[in-house]
């Protein structure tokens, strides 16, 4: 039997948010039903809703950072049990069966993973998101939240926080490496927190020094402007990787200039238009240019327990839903960025 929750609903692109009922799935074997208590706004949602990506699908409930606990399992699920704190991220489902899903890495999943919102669900059904009371989903996609930590502070992890963590593990941010992130909003304060607990030395680039002491006091060695020439010359091959988090764009030869040999500079934010660089930027020291997304399943776990022993969540601004139009002003201010440094909505006030 389907259940009926409540639901921040966008009937249609750039259309205001309203309280709406929603339609779950019934519970299958393998399915887990969460009531959600918070729910992370992602600067994706602002675009997806917006009509600003394409492919858009109405009526939308947005939201892929979802934490709270469960109240239902399937006949044959057995990660967890009733009462649990838990959490669902950005896809909540894939083929298991190409070589991406069998290494544990399904968000690269070959056939495509079916995202949280704004996707179908392989049944045909549309996936509907975390700006709920409750969501639906097979047990493999659902995530143990670690005890003693703040569950409002943890919800961005879930999108936010893998999508830095995850090239940060992989390109080897550790004891004796140099990296710098360039920006701080959303996602570069929890890089600087998670680059830092792994130990390497993290320089901070940002358009201007606003965010200078919050850097410092997330464990930042040095803040930088990017509108500053003399930047680039001070910092020439200094860095074993630079992670870019903005959605702007960015000198690249200018950053590319930056990295030692072999280093990288690696994309996670998501720029609108083309960017371009000099082959030479590249060529002259054997670097390279790369990206990457939020990490597997596995992955999405171990991260969520090295925060937990690090003590790391987001900086976070907590809303309540009970109008709906606050949340349409927060959507604002994310594309002002005008927020330090995620929004997250109270899902009881919803």
Not at 95 to 112: H, I, L, P, V
Not at 143 to 157: C, W
Not at 242 to 269: E, Q, R, W, Y
Request: with cysteine.
């Amino acid at each position: 039997m389907t259940t009926t929750t409540q639901a921040l609903v966008i009937n249609k692109a750039n259309a205001p948010m309203v309280k709406a009922s929603i339609e779950r799935r019934a519970v299958r074997p393998k399915d887990v039903r969460v009531a959600i208590a918070y729910s992370g706004i992602c600067h994706s949602d602002v675009h997806q809703a917006r009509s600003e990506w394409g492919n858009d699908i109405f009526p939308m409930v947005t939201g892929h950072e979802m934490v709270g606990h469960v109240v239902e399992v399937g006949s044959d699920v057995k990660k967890f049990k009733v009462g649990q704190t838990v959490g669902v991220g950005v896809f909540v489902d894939s083929c298991r069966t190409c070589d991406a899903c069998k290494s544990d890495q399904e968000s690269y999943c070959e056939k495509g993973p079916v995202p949280s919102y704004n996707g179908y669900a392989h049944d045909g059904s549309v996936e509907l998101g975390g700006y709920s009371k409750e969501i639906v989903t097979d047990e493999h996609f659902v995530l143990h939240i670690p005890d003693g930590v703040d569950l409002a502070e943890t919800a961005p992890l879930l999108c936010a926080g893998i999508t830095v963590y995850s090239p940060l593990k992989h390109w080897g941010a550790a004891k004796s490496k140099k990296v710098a992130i360039l920006g701080m909003g959303g996602l570069g304060h929890l890089a600087v927190k998670f680059a830092v607990a792994m130990g390497a030395e993290v320089t901070v680039l940002g358009h201007s020094l606003s965010k200078k002491a919050d850097a410092l006091s997330f464990g930042a060695i040095d803040y930088r402007s990017t509108s500053d020439e003399q930047t680039f010359t001070d910092l020439a091959k200094k860095f074993d990787f630079i992670l870019n988090t903005t959605s702007a764009d960015i000198p690249i030869d200018g950053l590319l200039s930056m990295i030692k040999m072999d280093g990288a500079l690696v994309f996670v934010g998501l720029p609108v238009d083309s960017q371009s660089f000099n082959v030479f930027s590249v060529t002259s020291q054997r670097r390279s240019i790369s990206g990457s997304q939020v990490g597997g399943q596995v992955e999405v776990q171990e991260m969520l327990d090295f925060a937990a022993k690090h003590k790391i969540g987001s900086t976070i601004e907590l809303l309540d839903a009970t109008d709906p139009a606050t949340i349409d002003a927060a959507w604002n201010r994310v594309v002002d960025a005008d927020v330090r440094y995620r929004f997250v909505i109270d899902a009881s006030t919803i």
